[in-house]
C-alpha cells in the first residue's frame, strides 16, 4: 500500500517532466521556423569584430631610430653631417606623408629623399651641422611634422662642442712702430688632438705682415718666424693674422693685433650728460707720447664748431688742455656729436671724439616757472588743437580764443612753441579775449611715425598779476595721413 508521502512525491516528478519536454520541443519547433536566422547568426563573416590593438597599425607611423645627434668636439666653421633614420610601421593602407621641415637656426641644413613612405619603407634625414667661430657647446633643434596622429611633429636634437683643435700661441699681441720688426713674436701653431696637417696660406691686413712656410711639409706643430713691414702698419691702429690649414677640423686660424699709437689722449673721448642747449661744459684733457717721446702741438680745431680750446699747458712730453663744450640748440635729437682735432708737428691729426645727451626737459618751456594759477584763471578755447590727415611741412592755419574769468583784463606778452611746429601769426584783442592765429607746420617723418606733437606757451600779464607772468599751455596733437609725402 502506497503511502500519502510517496504519493505525493510521484505526481510531483510526473509535473516535472512534462515541463521539460514541452521547453524541449519549444526549442525545436523556434529553430525549424526560423532556420535562415539560426544560419545568420553562426555565419562567421557576418559577425561584427571587437576592436583589437591591431587596429592603431592601419595608420601611418613614424619610427626614428634615434632622435638624438651627438657629433662630439667639432673645429670651427667646419661642415659636419648626421643621418636620422626612420621607418613607417604602419601596415595596409597607412601611408606615411612627411610635411615641411622647420629648423631653429641657418646653421643646419637637411637633406629628405622623398616626401611620402609605404608601409614599411624606411627614410633618412641627413643635416649638415656649420659650426660657428666661437669655442661653446651647441644644441640645435629641427622638427619633423607628418600624419602620424600619435606623433605628429618629432623633434631631432643636435649636439656639438665647438672647439679649437689648433692652438695658436700667443692668441693676440701688440705692436709697436718703434721696435726692429714692430717687435712680433714668434707664432706657434699646435694640433691639440695631434692629427698632422700642412700650412697653405699666410695673410695678414695690408700686406704688412708676412712668414716663410712650406706648403709640402705636415707636421702637428709649426713655428712660424713672421716680418713685419712698419710703413704699412701706419695706415691703420688694429689688423689681423689668417693662416689657412689642412686640418680637417681646424680650415683657418685667425690672430688678432693692435698698433701702439704715437698718441695718446686721456680721457680717449668725450663725454657730456644730462645737458642743456647753449649750457657750457668744461673738461680737461691730457694728450701724452706712448714712446716716451717729446713733441710740439701745432693747432688744434673742431669738427662742428662746438668745443673750443680755453687753455693749453705744456708739461714734460705731454700737453694739457682746458676745453669748452657748447651743446647746439635741440633739433629734434636727444644727443649731439663733434670731434676735437689736435695738429701734432710732423705727425697725423690726434681725432678725439666728442658726444652729449641731452637732458629729458633741454628746453626751460617744458618746465614753465609760473603754471596758471593765482587770483585770475585764463583759458583757451580749443585747450587742444588737433590736426588730422596731416602732411610733413606743409602748413595749417588755425584759430585759438584766449579769455579770462571775472571779465577781468590781460595783455598777451609774447608766446613760445615747445618743439618749433607752432607759429603765431597775429592776435587781435577784443574786448577782454584775444584771437590768436595760429600757423602748424608738421615735422618730417617717417612711414613708421604716425603722430605729432607741440605745446605753445602764451605768456600773459593782468592787473592782479602785475609782478609775474603766467604762462597758459595750448596743446597741438596732430596724425598723418596713411602715405605721408617724403
Known sequence: MISTYGLVYLVFSLAVGSGQQSAVAQRAKNTAESPAKANQALE??????????DAKNLLPRILFEKTVCDLGDVGQGTKNTCEFKFTNTGSADGGLKIGKIKRTCGCTVFE???????????????VSYIAGKATALRQKHIYVPSNDKDNPNVKLTIKARVVQLIE??????????????????????????????????????????VTDFDPNVSAPEFVLHPKVDVEKLKTGSRGYIEIQLTHPQCPSVRIPYEILAEFKATPGSIIVMNTKPQEVVTREITVVSNYDEDFEVESTSSKNGYIKVLSREKAEKAYKFKVQVTPPSVNKRSLFSDTFYVGIKGKDKLAIACRGFYSR??????????????????KAEPQVVKIRNAEPERPLIKEVWVYGSDNEDFQIESTDSQKGTIQLLSQKKLGNRYKLKLKITPPPTKYRLKIFSDVLYVNIRSNKTKDQTIKLPITCRGSYSRRPRK
Open 112 to 126: 629628405l629623399d622623398r616626401k611620402e613612405y609605404a608601409p614599411g619603407q624606411k627614410g633618412t634625414i641627413r
Open 168 to 209: 695658436a700661441t700667443p692668441q693676440k699681441f701688440q705692436l709697436s712702430l718703434r721696435k726692429e720688426s714692430a717687435g712680433i713674436p714668434d707664432i706657434r701653431l699646435t694640433s691639440k688632438d695631434g692629427r698632422p696637417f700642412s700650412i697653405k696660406g699666410f695673410k695678414s691686413t695690408n700686406n704688412g705682415i
Open 361 to 378: 626737459h633741454p628746453t626751460d618751456a617744458k618746465k614753465p616757472d609760473k603754471s596758471n594759477k593765482g587770483p585770475v584763471k585764463f
Open 44 to 53: 562567421p563573416s557576418k559577425v561584427s569584430p571587437k576592436p583589437t590593438s
